[in-house]
């Protein structure tokens, strides 16, 4: 399995912006189809954005199309999630994961999870 890191996190105002990343170690980080995901607090985990495992294709959820993106650099085992114009429905966990079966996933079924990076958007 790849070990997955997720930095980043904090406590901004609405309106700011935001870039987590998380490092893959363990295996080859190519061969790895990337999402993000969030918890808020009382609520079940969701999806917020995936990339394939080359990057050519990315995918968003309604909520943060236009204002999130993903991205990732093979190069360095590392995926990104740049977030702008945050909001406080925003506020979450953020958990980064990858699967090693799909060449681009955006369900919740993916092999490997990160521990999670807290972020607090304040109005």
């Known amino acids: 399995q790849v070990q997955l890191v997720e930095s980043g996190g904090g406590l901004v105002q609405a309106g700011a912006s935001l870039r987590l990343s998380c490092a893959a170690s363990?295996?080859?980080?190519?061969?790895?189809?990337m999402g993000w995901f969030r918890q808020a607090p009382g609520k079940e985990r969701d999806f917020v954005a995936a990339?394939?495992?080359?990057?050519?294709?990315?995918g968003y959820a309604d909520s943060v199309k236009g204002r999130f993106t993903i991205s990732r650099d093979n190069a360095k085992n590392t995926v990104y999630l740049q977030m702008n114009s945050l909001k406080p429905e925003d506020t979450a966990v953020y958990y980064c994961?990858?699967?090693?079966?799909?060449?681009?996933?955006?369900?919740?079924?993916?092999?490997?999870w990160g521990q999670g990076t807290q972020v607090t958007v304040s109005s």
């Open positions: 990339i394939s495992r080359g990057g050519s294709i990315t």
């Open positions: 363990g295996r080859t980080f190519s061969n790895y189809a």
């Open positions: 994961a990858a699967d090693s079966r799909r060449t681009y996933y955006t369900g919740p079924d993916f092999g490997s």
